[in-house]
């Protein structure tokens, strides 16, 4: 074991540097006095090329990620990016063309573009879609702008309400709530579906549609889907699909058969491209053609094996630049190649065997809030027998010390003490008997030695984290002044603090 931990910031000094620029190849042309800097380059940190990649490196080394353990989020779907994705996302044709480049000089990629669209479709069961949204929430808003662009269109401007069980992922009240509409929540039944009773009680002439996870943020498959679509629809509303959970029911479900008329697919969770600190996603959208000619723009057409693209008619418009995130097309249209259609099928058959693997081996000693078939994620409870002291949060924080990322916690919010664990596919038996014994372990421990819970993680580099404070008072970048603040240290400015010795 190596005691000396070199420093990771404050290794600026005057005159080092780090980077060369090359010769000029180009002719050198004087730029107009007013674009010249007139102050000097002040406040760079100045290093030699050795610190900057040792500060990376060791910045990197202390990410828990999904290159280096299991990550058991729910609602999140955090797989591994399989490597031959970059490999084609590299390819020169892919990775050099602009996106102002004329349609005809960028036939391939307009394919690609097509070709994913009508996977999608079919693999969804709708009729069109469109790759324009970044990401889950995005295509989200999309849907529900349709939804206002399609009922305004037909003159029906008294819908001003949208549906959204209490199940659902919070973007989707938000999603409503942006786009102007009031948000109706309808409860869930006992047996973790929709409420019908609740839900016909609210629907109504004011009903612009319902958005319904599906399976929803139980991980549980509503049982009652057609019926509540029926119910929607015969008040003349839309029925929203949020298909983040689309991993459990490729290849067995199709949204678009089951009474669903739009809908997102989350390319960077089901169909495997990187989720990258909140981006580049896709949140792709599919709809039945009514409802085609509100969607965003542009979309990709062929014609005689020409292929260019158009935004509809009645585009509720643009929601991103250009055509989207083209890199995410490639990797999600690889994965979708490369698996074909039973492979699709044998994705979700393996994501909802291994959730209820962890189910039936975890739920003696973690309640399970509706012990029945899950679909690809499982929500237990922390709250064990015989250790009232012990929360969720405590069991999440020794998971780390067992070197597993924690679940999602706390979520979803009609479970008490929830711990929602989505393992995917792509985790092994032996990882999931790791995860058990691990979260087996800490059953006990939290009867017979509490601390141990109460003080983790007392593996990783930080400790317990003030996690209220870092949501309401976060320090959005390096300040050595409110870091020393934080720490309580006297030491507040830069000459205060200890130098390193090498
Ligand atoms: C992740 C998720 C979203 C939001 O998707 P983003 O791509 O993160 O914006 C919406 N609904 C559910 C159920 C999700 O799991």
Redesign the pocket.
Known sequence: MHTYEPPIFELSGAGKIGAWLPETGVPETALPADLLRTDDLAGLPELSETEVVRHFTRISQRNFCIDTGMYPLG???MKYNPKIHEDAARMPGFAFIHPLQEDTSVQGALRLTYDLQALLAEISGFDQVCLQPA??????FAGILVFRAYHLDRGDDQRDEVLCPNS??G??PATAAMVGFKVVEIATDPRGNVDLADLRAKVGPRTAGLML?NPN?LGLFDENVHEVAAIVHDAGGLMYG?G??FNAILGIVRPGDVGFDFM?Y?L??TFTTPHGGGGP?C?AVGCKTFLAPYLPGPIVVENDDQYSSFTPEKSIGRLKTFKGNFGMFVRAYTYIRMLGAAGLREISENAVLNANYLRVKLHDLYPVAYDRTCMHEVVLQGKLKGAPDIHTLDIAKRLIDFGFHPPTVYFPISVAESIMIEPTETESKRNLDAFIAAMRQIAREAVESPELLHNAPTTAPVRRLDEVGAARKPILKYDRAAINGLRGDKATTDDQLEQPTY
């Open positions: 609602s999140c779907t990401a889950g929430a995005q295509g989200e659902a992922h973007t989707n996870t943020t949020d983040a959970n997102h989350n960077h969770k996603g949140g």
